[in-house]
């Protein structure tokens, strides 16, 4: 293929993404104002400036217009383990690397727009079941990566299970209104405890090769 076709391909995924995020902002900022179920698809498709059918094109369910800004890290638990030097350990580091950055992802975060972001989530029912499907796919992706056999499949449901509720407890006190800085201190020691919980309670794990290697 042509440079020139390369740079075209490049720039249509681009637009794509652009589409995606601007789409996604736009309910989001719809939905924490209004409240999720008091919008409808065809509100959020005129206030983007596209159609409903090119609404559902790019979202098949209402649900994926909020879940959008987490559905990158669906593969992620699957890319770290292959990073080394061993699964668990990738995993403890880059849950760590988020609790120092701060990642939304961890719910160790404050900012007024996070913090909507969350309650609008965990707040809504249709949601959280949502939300599930995702998980459940990150864990599948993540067994995937460790083998695909019963034991695989058995320590990515722990690992994504601990995960959650690290985030879920950080979002809890975060949101009650708690000094980042002191849940933050709290957060690494509670992420190195889960870790270690599950470096002795597993059995010996080792990352498969992507496929597309």
């Not at 076709?5 to 719809?30: C, F, H, N, P, Q």
């Not at 580091?93 to 965990?122: M, Q």
């Not at 949601?127 to 695989?152: I, P």
């Not at 690494?188 to 059995?203: H, I, N, S, Y």
């Amino acid at each position: 293929m042509s440079d020139d076709g390369d740079a075209e391909i490049g720039l249509r995924e681009r637009k794509k993404r652009r589409m995606y995020e601007t789409v996604s902002e736009t309910a989001i900022r719809l939905f924490v104002e209004k409240g999720f179920d008091a919008v409808s698809v065809a509100e959020v498709a005129a206030a983007a400036e596209i159609s409903k059918p090119t609404l559902f094109r790019y979202f098949p369910a209402k649900e994926d217009l909020v879940l959008y800004r987490i559905a990158d890290h669906e593969g992620e638990a699957a890319r770290v383990v292959r990073e080394g030097p061993s699964p668990l350990e990738a995993l403890r580091r880059n849950f760590l690397d988020g609790i120092e950055r701060l990642d939304p992802i961890t719910g160790l975060n404050d900012h007024p727009a996070v913090l909507a972001y969350h309650s609008l989530v965990y707040g809504t029912p249709a949601l959280v079941a949502r939300m599930h499907a995702y998980l459940e796919r990150s864990e599948a992706a993540l067994a995937e990566a460790l083998g695909g056999d019963l034991d695989a499949r058995l320590a990515a449901g722990q690992i994504v299970a601990v995960q959650r509720i690290l985030a879920q407890e950080n979002w809890r006190r975060i949101s009650a209104g708690e000094p980042v800085a002191e849940v933050k201190a709290d957060a690494v020691v509670a992420a190195e405890r889960a870790f270690g919980l599950l470096e002795a309670g597993l059995p010996p794990l080792t990352a498969v090769p992507s496929p597309t290697m």
